[in-house]
């Protein structure tokens, strides 16, 4: 019999409005959010700046309070749970460090205005704390100036931690710092989270560090959750335009539904172009019925509309066979076009096909070989194909 998952957080009905000075309405920046986070994930509120995320993330640390709704931590309502009492602590963007004291003496400060806590086991705590997130004894009594903008972090999240809360919250604490830094505090915050198990909700608008770092992702915009899936849910099979095309690049093709069975929808693009994609079984469509279909560019496989076709294994097939071939597959959708642009980006080639009435898809092909192996000239007549099951229709 498998173990119910224990819920740390859970959000219900979660309203925020703002008003001006006299109490007139000015604007709702969390909208009826419904969210549970069990003990240990490592969740994160992704979205653009003013969708709600950090919003969301105050009310739970008791800096905002609800309008409507109710907060839980642990099954306890804490609408009413001033945030010094609440088992969170959070770790803020600008580090917000006291400048004058030591990076030993930051992070016993938590605990000193606890009262009840003996000053040795104070330090020893503290010094603890520092360690853990790697920072050696030599350190601990220089000030915050004498720190890069990474060590800054690691004071910022040893006084989070000292505390030993039941959640961790993290505001955007890693937008400040630069690119590679950026990278290995990821890395770090991850190893941290698992050796801890400590339940860490994260702030973020960067799709790359949700996507790498989460259990579990939110997708926030206008105050709304629009969709709560694991990385992987998110990135294959959003549940809406927003979504598809805030994660990563996306291709939207603009279509009418012919038919559908199964998890397969027929769109005609236009008089010449019918293609099929999947869908959602739960979601109701209907012949003629104006939907979008999103197609991730890495999906997408192109090959000369004359010649030869060069596989990975070294053979090769004639193009008009390589194509018959392929059709037969009753997965497989296929379009013909032209180059447009081609991009030599290094790692791939990005190029812009044209096909049909003015449809255009973007594709990217990975440079495994020399790049007169792999590069497709502009104006080149290609075909470029696809599994139907890697192309979602939104309606929405």
């Not at 909208?31 to 994930?41: C, K, N, P, Y």
């Not at 001033?82 to 400060?109: E, G, K, S």
């Not at 220089?142 to 006084?159: C, H, N």
């Not at 959003?238 to 038919?259: C, K, Q, Y």
Request: charge should be negative; include cysteine.
């Amino acid at each position: 019999m498998s173990q119910q998952p224990q819920i740390d957080i859970e959000l219900r009905n979660v309203v925020k409005e703002f008003t001006g000075r006299s109490g007139e309405f000015q604007t709702r920046a969390v909208d009826h959010v419904s969210l549970t986070i069990e003990r240990g994930e490592f969740f994160s509120l992704l979205g653009p700046s003013g969708c709600g995320k950090t919003t969301t993330l105050r009310m739970i640390a008791g800096f905002e309070a609800a309008s409507s709704g109710e907060i839980l931590l642990r099954g306890k309502a804490v609408q009413d749970v001033p945030p010094f009492h609440r088992p969170v602590n959070t770790v803020f963007q600008d580090y917000a460090l006291f400048p004058h004291m030591t990076a030993l003496q930051n992070v016993m400060f938590g605990l000193e205005m606890e009262n009840n806590i003996p000053r040795p086991e104070i330090r020893r705590r503290a010094e603890e704390a520092l360690e853990m997130v790697r920072m050696t004894p030599s350190q601990f009594h220089r000030k915050p100036r004498q720190f890069s903008g990474g060590q800054q972090q690691r004071i910022a999240l040893a006084r989070a931690l000292v505390k030993r809360p039941a959640v961790l919250l993290l505001d955007e604490p890693l937008g400040a710092l630069d690119l590679k830094l950026r990278k290995e505090m990821q890395y770090e915050l991850i190893t941290m989270q698992n050796d801890l198990g400590i339940t860490f909700i994260y702030v973020t608008h960067d799709q790359e560090e949700a996507l790498t770092m989460s259990d579990r992702i939110a997708v926030m915009n206008l105050g709304k959750v629009l969709q709560v899936g694991s990385p992987e849910e998110i990135y294959e099979t959003p549940n809406s335009r927003f979504v598809a095309d805030f994660i990563g690049e996306t291709n939207f093709l603009m279509g009418t539904v012919e038919s559908h069975e199964g998890i397969c929808a027929t769109v005609r693009l236009d008089e010449s172009t019918p293609i099929r994609a999947s869908y959602r079984s739960e979601e109701a469509l209907t012949n003629g019925q104006q939907v979008t279909v999103a197609i991730r560019p890495e999906k997408i496989n192109i090959f000369a509309a004359e010649g030869s076709v060069k596989h990975d294994d070294g053979t090769s097939d004639e193009a008009t066979a390589y194509r018959e071939k392929l059709l037969r597959d009753p997965d497989i959708v296929m379009v013909e076009g032209r180059v447009e642009y081609a991009n030599y980006i290094g790692t791939d080639t990005r190029y812009t096909i044209g096909f049909g009435n003015g449809q255009k898809l973007v594709m990217r092909e990975q440079n495994f070989g020399l790049r007169n192996d792999t590069y497709y000239e502009v104006g080149s007549r290609v075909f470029i194909f696809w599994d139907y099951e890697t192309a979602r229709v939104l309606t929405h």
